[in-house]
């Protein structure tokens, strides 16, 4: 039997009008991936930041090796040999490695042993990284290296980890999972946050469960399925996507040569991108994060102009147009990034509806804000997509971040767009919520849409797809058909291989 690292009781912690955790207890072993799972909302968050230090809890206790331990401050908890990787990178893209992981350290060495220190840890856990590169030029995969390492080298007993492999390629998530479990063979603790279900069977020890704020149920994940422990999460079955056979129509949408530099120091710029999207057809393009895809979204939706012709929309040359044009004449678009740009954090759901959905859904009358009309339709995006919030005057920034997604894509989809193209549709939301916004897509091109689903969650791409394509260095790859790919061919074509290289390597 192993030794108890850390030991939850009865925590609980409330914010006006919700619970986020009632009366939470659980214990994570020495050596141990313990799995932390629950839908939106579920209050995983809250719980560790509880025990990062950087919230306090009303009520309840705990002990870390057999010692009192209530952080006031991540200094402290890092202090006892708790450290956490957070889901959204805290990095300075100008910054170089070596500077970032010092910025994150309480007592970092001098330049030369912190690079040397760097080298070590990072080669000896499989995951070299030079400190001198600036992280701007770094792939995702690197970027979270950078934030592992500046973990490890304050030799943590307890590893927090939340979504550590929402930005990672499969080749990626091996190279972790084997970093993981060298920690584990040596003692370390690991509490893992994922709605990745089967990476939760592969992985982890333990799970434990929560739904709404409280401990439901605990099982061990390679003896339970992913459809159970989905289930157990919600509290109830549901419905899987189903893909029918739909006829496609006429051409909707077409990318002609299209070039763009990135606005972005560090961005990728787009080069000679085309593509030709049908009525009816839903297109899945993946990649690696940071090849292009915010510029392609970007240069679709507006935010990024090119030569007016193109871009063709229904016939018309948009390609000078903007966002406001191009939405009113049905083309919307959903970013990657929630809170800053697909929704301003301290504005109220009301009024971000508003920012997006006044022209189609006729919110302005004579110039003014009809807030009635604003106030029914924002109603109308929390009932149709299950957003759990107090009310439609709750600030965006308030709401978990699979909330806040299903807010964002719920506002666009029901204005019944011509063409919809959404980044990352499903990043960071549970199962069963997953489960829903991909049906709603595939609904939304059953009924003569075009969509363009951009996402690094190549399952998800392969469910709801009817022809792939990869974007690699702002490139794109030739477009198949969803039915005849294999998971190495998506790899090769992720990896930038030309049609040739395939066929050669066939």
Same mark, same amino acid.
């Given at each position: ?14 914010? %006006? ?12 072993? #020495? ?42 401050? +991540? ?7 708790? =450290?956490? *990787? ?41 995951? +070299?990284?030079? +400190? ?7 792939? =995702? ?9 500046? #973990? ?66 605990? #099982?061990? +994940? ?9 289930? $157990? ?29 990135? &606005? ?7 080069? !000679?991108?085309?593509?030709?999207? @049908? ?9 690696? &994060? ?5 510029? /392609? ?30 939405? @009113? ?5 959903? %970013? ?10 301290? $504005? ?61 894509? !719920? ?6 767009? @011509? *063409? ?8 960071? *939301?549970? =199962? ?16 003569? &849409? ?10 998800? /791409? ?6 792939? #394509? ?7 790859? @030739? ?13 090769? $074509? ?13």
């Amino acid at each position: 039997m192993k030794d108890i690292l850390l030991d939850i009781n009865g925590l609980t912690k409330a914010y %006006p009008g919700v619970v986020a955790n009632n009366n939470v207890s659980f214990q994570i072993l #020495c050596g141990e991936v313990h799995a932390l799972l629950g839908e939106n909302g579920a209050g995983k968050s809250t719980l560790v930041k509880m025990i990062y230090g950087l919230v306090k809890p009303d009520s309840g206790s705990m002990t870390f090796q057999d010692q009192q331990f209530m952080p006031a401050s +991540p200094n402290a908890a890092r202090g006892t040999g708790v =450290a956490m *990787v957070f889901q959204h990178f805290s990095l300075f893209d100008a910054l170089s490695v070596a500077e970032n992981i010092a910025l994150g350290m309480d007592d970092a060495p001098k330049s030369r042993d912190l690079a040397k220190n760097i080298r070590q840890v990072s080669n000896a856990y499989g995951l +070299p990284l030079e +400190p001198n590169r600036i992280v701007g030029t770094l792939s =995702a995969g690197e970027r979270q290296r950078v934030e592992i390492i500046r #973990c490890l080298l304050q030799n943590p007993k307890l590893l927090i980890m939340d979504e550590p492999t929402s930005v990672l390629t499969p080749q990626e998530v091996e190279v972790l999972f084997k970093t993981l479990r060298q920690l584990k063979s040596e003692g370390t603790s690991i509490l893992y946050i994922s709605h990745k279900l089967e990476e939760i069977r592969a992985l982890c020890d333990t799970a434990t469960i929560l739904r709404h704020g409280e401990k439901v149920d605990t #099982c061990i +994940p390679a003896t339970t399925t992913a459809r159970e422990m989905a289930e $157990m999460m919600v509290g109830a079955s549901f419905a899987n996507p189903i893909k029918a056979n739909r006829e496609m129509g006429d051409t909707i949408l077409s990318l002609k040569n299209v070039s763009a530099s990135s &606005a972005e120091a560090f961005g990728t710029s787009l080069q !000679g991108i085309s593509l030709d999207l @049908k009525e009816g057809e839903i297109l899945g393009i993946g990649g690696v &994060a940071g090849n292009g895809q915010d510029e /392609l979204l970007a240069t679709l939706s507006g935010e990024m102009t090119v030569a007016s012709d193109m871009i063709i929309l229904d016939g018309q040359a948009i390609g000078k147009q903007g966002p406001t044009a191009r939405r @009113k004449i049905g083309l919307l678009s959903a %970013p990657e990034e929630r809170l800053g740009h697909a929704a301003a954090p301290a $504005m109220s759901l009301r009024e971000n509806t508003v920012i997006t959905a006044a022209e189609r859904k006729s919110l302005l009358n004579n110039g003014f804000i009809d807030w009635t009309a604003a106030d029914q339709y924002t109603q109308d995006i929390i009932a149709d997509f299950d957003v759990r919030t107090l009310g439609t005057h709750t600030p965006a920034g308030s709401l978990s971040g699979g909330n806040l997604q299903k807010f964002v894509v !719920g506002r666009e989809v029901l204005q019944n767009p @011509k *063409v919809f193209v959404v980044n990352q549709p499903t990043w960071g *939301v549970d =199962a069963a919520a997953a489960a829903s916004i991909r049906q709603k897509l595939l609904d939304l091109a059953d009924n003569g &849409a075009g969509v363009i689903v951009i996402s690094q969650d190549l399952d998800e /791409l392969l469910e709801i797809s009817n022809r792939f #394509c990869a974007i690699n260095e702002g490139r794109l790859s @030739k477009i198949v058909p969803t039915a005849t790919l294999e998971m190495d061919q998506i790899g090769l $074509m992720m990896g930038g291989a030309t049609a040739e290289q395939e066929g050669a390597d066939a």
